[in-house]
């Protein structure tokens, strides 16, 4: 099925196969292996996307359900100058990766959050990482690394320098 | 010209992972994310039954299909495919038999992952079903069938290995004490749940080798089973690793088995050939941290000392012993906790069943023990009216004592300072005080419980203990640092980053260290038993270390002075004359004067023996002492267990990657607290329950209690700057904390995990409906 959508910040005009999913299309088909594969039944989010904004989880849709939608993954993470953005470099500073299997997913479901509530407590960062698993760090710096960006961004906020 | 005596100025300091940065980006690539021109993609057949003999196997009808390019059988390898250590009882394909649901019988390259599957399916395989064993309470009777190979010793085919601490006169203690407690426990299969499954790709080389591509733990041991299974020389094999997405002792055997697998049909198609298990097929073929029935009783004096401990554990090690005679062996020299006895009797003993097969996990054996003694320890402090706190002061290990195994602990023995911390730490006094009061008249009971452990480092009586690392200055002056060790998550190589960069006296961003390669690394044994910061760190600051001695000597002729009179500031060095000369340029005067700017550095821990036989010696050259305290919450109504809090007390001798270290001890707790709660395995019949992450419970975020790290610096004299390890001591204690403060809470001792809602309420598992089907269904069959 011809199919047209942006994948981070592109247009693209494809024919999707009808029957394999849009993780196995983004992986396979468009070589696009920031996103991960690790259970294969909507468990573990590792497969996370942004898709119109919202964190879903790419292994649960078909590819030709990307037509129409902008769909952001970890390559499209980038600062204005190309570079990391705040919440990756935190996650660097605070120790939030281990093996990083996980971490394209766990960066792509606090952005979500981030803009969703701006200010999130350790309860609601928590909250919005249930879908997201990691076996390695037991979540407590990926929790730091997102409060930090989030007073961060307030910080900017506050004295105009983002607006 | 030692570092610390001005500082440390690298090491302990706060520094980035030195791989997080292409993590981040999503641009590191695992091993599913390699693709290449012409690659194959292949799948193993695996058995449906848990214990059989193969009858026929047509692998014609797979062949017969267009896309399928080769398929291969355990005749494809030197002695079938035969390996395994520290007993040969494994095949990189099954020989005859199948022995647990998930043995792989075939394996099977074609042009899609589609089509290897449809050639599997296609396998015309007939299994003659066979007995089957998977109560390893019933392993040894007389009757059992055979799931062990054949053996000339007279023991019964099923045993694989005894392993025992003997001190004193146990039985004469036992009629003696004052007080004798006796008690049964059981702890459950585990699974490692790294979030990257197992997998290999082999590309076959013009010379007629192969280079494997393979997320396992140790690069060495993989390329000599290729060899081995091909008869290659191992020239011929390259074993080189890319990221691997969590390990935890987990990647070892079912990798090599891939690795072999996919180098056969490399070979035989001449194309790259890839494997990459689902997760499902990871979750019913992987091995498990072994599961665990131990007895035990201690008896004490009135006063509370500690006189005996007899300790009784029988281990289930599947069906291949992979390296569960170590496990054994290390649960049995940890089984009586870190207390002084007059007398021990300790017996670990491994027995073949046909439930899957268990291997590695970390902690290797000490969190199974650990859950039963730290218990133990609560138990009698309840029957001798003691806080728990005080029971275990009264009988820790102190410096200069001896281990009851024989040795005497002449440094770096903390475990009273760990105590102490964890104590006033987690205001434990109050805490216990108050809590008390609270649960009398209230349903949600809150409750706050210990557990001590200590901790072998490396392999001890294992194996052999040694690691090499090299390092040399390229044409760019970067640092090109090697290491036998594998980061599989848990951040060694920026731990041997940051200790060579200590003692070169150079920036860690000028130094590259390259992943594990057995074309460019010294061969370093196994990354496991947390050896890498000690064994692999030593190396590496021996290394270093011969390299700076070259670069000091072209300093000081180039100064015109001697090397003691060297002064650096950062890379600078500077001579008597205060000039100031940068570091590349000392690197080009070491070039002119032709001295090689290469070095390599080996370190042998120090020697240690164990006697098997009398179950005497000193099985360790060092040890990590640590405490954890859990603070939970138990709703009486529902069973419901949260944890609220852990304090955890380590002493890591000397921590030198900060972050690191506590990512490690946050972890770990993690994978405690899921063994404690909620990770739960079922084998029924031989078949696997819990085939994906929807049934198999690993913690998620919003289950994490907050976690309150303390580290303690005792600094051990044969550590690279002091320092001893961490990554396994971070989970043994966690899952006896919780259930201390369960029992605390409630008054339920709960002695088999995990803790479910029933055996809060009832006091008992409840047997869930169990099935064969999911285990099959899971491998497509
Ligand atoms: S791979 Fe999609 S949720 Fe796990
Ligand atoms: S860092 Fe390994 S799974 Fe999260």
Partial sequence: MQITFSLNHQTIEIDAPADITLLTFLREHLGVTGVKDGCDVGECGACAILLDGQLVNSCQLLAPQADGREIITIEGLRAADGGLTDLQRHFIDDGAVQCGFCTPGMILAGEALLAKNPTPDREEIADALAGNLCRCTGYIQIFDAIAATARERQAQTTTGERP | ?781
């Fill in chain 2, 1 to 781: 010209m030692s570092p610390s005596r001005h500082g440390a100025r690298y090491v302990g300091q706060p520094a980035p992972r030195v791989d997080a940065l292409e993590k981040v980006l999503g641009s590191a690539r695992f091993l599913a994310d390699i693709t290449l021109p012409g690659m194959l993609h292949a799948r193993a057949l695996r058995s449906r039954l848990p214990h059989a003999r193969i009858k026929r196997l047509d692998v014609s009808p797979a062949l017969a299909i267009p896309s399928v390019h080769a398929v291969i059988t355990n005749d494809d390898f030197i002695d079938h495919g035969s390996y395994g250590f520290p007993v040969k009882d494994d095949y990189m394909l099954a020989h005859e038999k199948v022995r647990y649901v998930g043995d792989a019988i075939a394996a099977v390259a074609a042009e899609t992952p589609e089509a290897a599957l449809a050639g599997v399916q296609a396998i015309i395989c007939e299994l003659e079903p066979l007995p089957i064993v998977s109560d390893v309470t019933q392993a040894l009777d007389d009757d059992a069938p055979q799931v062990g190979p054949d053996r000339a010793d007279g023991e019964h085919p099923n045993f694989l290995s005894r392993s025992i601490v003997n001190a004193g006169d146990a039985a004469a203690e036992l009629n003696v004490a004052d007080v004798v407690l006796q008690d049964e426990f059981s702890t459950p299969h585990q699974e490692h749940a790294y979030l990257e499954t197992e997998g290999a790709l082999a590309i076959p080389t013009p010379e007629g080798g192969v280079v494997i591509y393979c997320s396992n733990q140790s690069p060495f041991i993989n390329r000599d089973n290729v060899a081995m299974a091909l008869g290659l020389p191992p020239e011929l094999v390259r074993s080189i690793q890319p990221p691997v997405g969590g390990s935890f002792g987990g990647k070892d055997d079912l990798n090599y088995e891939a690795s072999a697998q996919c180098a056969a049909l490399a070979l035989k198609t001449g194309r790259p050939v890839r494997m990459i298990f689902s997760r499902e097929e990871s979750m019913v073929a992987s091995y498990k941290r072994n599961a665990m029935k131990m007895w035990v009783e201690v008896g004490a004096q009135k006063d509370g000392t500690l006189r005996v401990c007899r300790f009784r554990g029988l281990l289930d090690s599947g069906a291949y012993a992979s390296e569960s005679p170590f496990t054994a062996w290390r649960a049995s020299i940890h089984a009586m906790g870190a207390y002084r006895y007059a007398a021990v009797d300790i017996d670990v003993t491994a027995v073949y069943t046909n439930n899957a097969f268990s291997g590695a996990f970390r902690g290797f054996g000490n969190p199974e023990v650990n859950f039963a003694i730290e218990q133990m320890m609560d138990e009698l402090a309840t029957k001798l009216d003691m806080d728990p706190m005080d029971l275990r002061l009264q009988n820790a290990l102190r410096l200069g004592d001896h281990l009851p195994h024989g040795q005497k602990l002449d440094e770096s023995v903390s475990l009273v300072q760990c105590l102490d911390a964890a104590r006033q730490k987690s205001d434990w006094d109050r805490k216990r005080r108050e809590f008390a009061r609270h649960n009398a008249s209230n349903e949600i009971k809150k409750g706050i419980g210990v557990a001590a452990l200590f901790h072998g480092l490396s392999l001890g009586a294992e194996g052999a203990d040694y690691a090499g690392a090299t390092i040399r200055i390229d044409d760019n002056n970067r640092i090109i640092l090697t290491s036998g060790f594998t980061d599989y998550g848990q951040g060694s190589r920026t731990v041997f980053t940051l200790i060579a960069a200590e003692v070169l006296g150079v920036r860690p961003e000028r130094i590259d260290m390259l992943r594990p390669d057995t074309d460019t690394a010294i061969e370093s044994g196994p990354t496991v038993a947390s050896r890498a910061t000690v064994l692999g760190g030593n190396a590496t600051r021996l290394a270093a270390a011969n390299l700076r001695h070259t670069l000091d000597l072209a300093a000081a002729d180039l100064l015109g002075c001697q090397v003691a009179q060297l002064v650096r500031d950062e890379e600078t060095y500077i001579g008597p004359e205060e000039r100031p000369i940068p570091w590349e340029d000392i690197a080009a005067h070491a070039r002119s004067l032709g001295l090689q700017l290469s070095a390599q550095g080996r370190w042998q821990a120090p020697s240690i023996h164990w006697d098997h036989n009398a179950g005497r010696g000193e099985p360790y050259f060092a040890y990590h002492f640590a405490v954890q305290v859990a603070e939970v919450t138990v709703d009486m109504g529902t069973g419901q267990v949260q944890v609220d809090d852990i304090w955890a007390v380590h002493d890591l001798g000397k921590v030198i990657f900060p972050q690191g270290a506590e990512g490690q001890v946050y972890g770990g707790i993690a994978q405690g607290l899921g063994y404690a709660l909620s990770e739960r395995i079922d084998y029924v019949n031989g078949y696997l329950q819990q085939t994906n992450f929807d049934r198999y419970r690993i913690p998620t975020a919003p289950e994490m209690p907050r976690i309150h790290i303390t580290l303690l610096e005792d600094a051990l004299s044969a550590g690279p700057f002091g320092a001893k390890n961490v990554a396994e001591p971070a989970m043994v204690p966690t899952a006896a904390a919780i259930a201390n403060a369960v029992a605390h809470a409630s008054g339920r001792r709960i002695r088999h995990l995990p803790i479910t809602l029933e055996q809060v309420l009832l006091g008992r598992n409840l047997m869930r409906p169990a099935t064969a089907d999911r285990a099959r269904r899971g491998l497509l069959l």
